[in-house]
């Protein structure tokens, strides 16, 4: 366990909690029956309990047991760090979720960074814990004590957001669901570090081309500048990385927004949600594509690698086209009036006119493009395919088309822009960082 079974302060310590850190419940069981105070006992370097040495190795049953004895949960190591911060460190979900069913403190600060457990798993990448610890706060007393706005922005000693963490880490997934969950993706970092920067700055330095897609799509101002004056895009510039600044540069064609403003986003189911998310990263990406031809900078290769050929696959068959773009199967339904879109068309027709500051909520709401009546409510839209085949068809065509209709000149986005001219006249108002020549933290070698 390196700095804590070395030093155990005994023998029948260190057996102990080499039982605890090897998973073997028997014996941690027999040292209990024995002993009950053991679990008083910690290294004597680290201060680490036998709950921290579970948490951190993963070892649920053994935690578990601990935690049947009534031992408190958010007992604290010399760094003041709890078993469910380390816990999150390591990325060890079950028990992250089994500590936080005894109601082990989420918002309890260490003393190197004042980093919560929200921090260190947004640092770490752990997004599986990111999000059992971000609905825990949803229902939990913090939510009443705090806001959960409140904690998915709260800072460190340093004046960093787990948003701030995510991006300068790299970890795109972590910044993702923070920004799903109410990140304010252009505050600004505190007093330490990269003075003024915000998580695209953090991004652009670290040459994430991933989390730069993710913070743009969320609305991330491109045009801010940190207490050095520089633009995210001079960050890039600076750092060499050539693909990141080719995206961030100012003059280039600005990318789709998610349009979270909107009521009915953000009561998507989830299904819905995904189609539309896909589609504006995929329409993203076709920017990207465009922007990058004149750098010598490329993409990654997509996923999928279907040819031409699979358009012909869906002749003859009952599948249901789009009737603006006529391209796109239609895959979005709009409530109540029943329309029917692809996810393309319903993505653009929401992010019109939504350039606005993505704090502002005060937005136009778009309506039905088909009959002028107020969008209610998106569902995924029930297909006409009676079979597996049609079903695989429905797929097949979506993929290969692409190519052709995802970015803003494409059929999708010109077919609708007449519609969302007039729709748009009779809709009515809607509502510091350390360096990066110092060493990163590390999860405790436990």
Same mark, same amino acid.
């Given at each position: ?36 105070? #053991?679990?008083?006992? +910690? ?32 007992? @604290? ?21 089994? %500590? ?17 457990? %929200? ?53 795109? !997934? ?22 003024? *920067? ?27 500048? !940190?207490?050095?004056?520089? #633009?995210?895009?001079?960050?890039? %510039? ?8 080719? %995206? ?8 789709? @927004? ?6 009915? #986003? ?40 279907? +040819? ?22 239609? +895959? ?34 778009? +309506?039905?493009?088909?009959?002028? *009546?107020?969008? #209610?409510?998106?569902? @995924? ?16 065509? *979506? ?40 060493? @990163? !933290?590390?999860?405790? !070698?436990?």
């Amino acid at each position: 366990m390196g700095q804590g079974l070395s030093c155990a302060s005994a023998s029948h310590d260190h057996d102990f909690f080499a039982a605890v850190q090897g998973g073997d419940l028997g014996a941690v069981e027999s040292s209990l029956t024995a002993n009950p105070y #053991i679990l008083s006992r +910690t290294t004597i370097y680290d201060r680490l309990s036998a709950l921290h040495i579970a948490a951190a190795n993963g070892r649920v049953e053994v935690l578990s047991a601990i935690l049947d004895r009534s031992v408190d949960p958010d007992v @604290v190591n010399r760094s003041k760090q709890t078993p469910l911060m380390l816990a999150a460190m390591h990325g060890k979900l079950a028990c992250v979720q089994k %500590l936080l069913e005894a109601e082990a403190n989420i918002l309890m600060f260490d003393s190197l960074n004042r980093r919560t457990c %929200l921090h260190h798993a947004a640092y770490f990448g752990r997004s599986d814990c990111l999000r059992v610890i971000l609905s825990s706060a949803q229902t939990a007393p913090i939510s009443d004590s705090w806001g959960f706005a409140r904690f998915v922005n709260v800072r460190d000693g340093n004046g960093a957001t787990p948003l701030h963490l995510a991006a300068r880490q790299r970890q795109a !997934d972590c910044v993702h669901i923070l920004l799903d969950n109410g990140a304010l993706v252009s505050s600004i970092a505190g007093g330490y570090g990269y003075l003024g *920067s915000t998580p695209l700055h953090l991004a652009a330095r670290n040459g994430s081309l991933d989390c730069i897609r993710e913070l743009l799509a969320w609305g991330a101002d491109r045009l801010q500048r !940190d207490s050095s004056g520089r #633009i995210p895009y001079l960050v890039a %510039l600076k750092r060499g990385h050539q693909a990141c600044a080719a %995206l961030l540069n100012p003059s280039a064609a600005e990318p789709l @927004v998610w349009p979270a403003p909107l009521k009915f #986003i953000s009561e998507l189911d989830p299904d819905a949600k995904a189609l539309l998310e896909a589609a504006l990263m995929e329409a993203n990406r076709e920017r990207e594509k465009k922007l990058l031809k004149a750098t010598s900078c490329s993409l990654p290769s997509p996923t999928h690698s279907d +040819t031409d050929a699979d358009e012909n696959t869906t002749e003859g068959s009952d599948i249901e086209l789009c009737d603006i773009c006529f391209d796109q199967v239609c +895959t979005i339904e709009v409530q109540e009036c029943g329309h029917k879109m692809c996810a393309h068309c319903m993505l653009a027709l929401c992010c019109h006119n939504n350039k606005q500051n993505p704090m502002n909520l005060c937005i136009s709401s778009p +309506t039905c493009p088909f009959c002028r *009546s107020s969008i #209610i409510r998106l569902v @995924v839209a029930k297909t006409k395919a009676k079979d597996k085949e049609d079903k695989d068809a429905i797929s097949k065509l *979506s993929r290969s088309k692409r190519h052709r209709n995802l970015s803003e000149g494409s059929s999708s986005y010109k077919g609708l822009s007449s519609a969302i001219e007039s729709s748009a006249k009779t809709s009515c108002a809607a509502g510091c960082l350390p360096d990066s020549n110092v060493n @990163v !933290d590390k999860p405790l !070698d436990i």
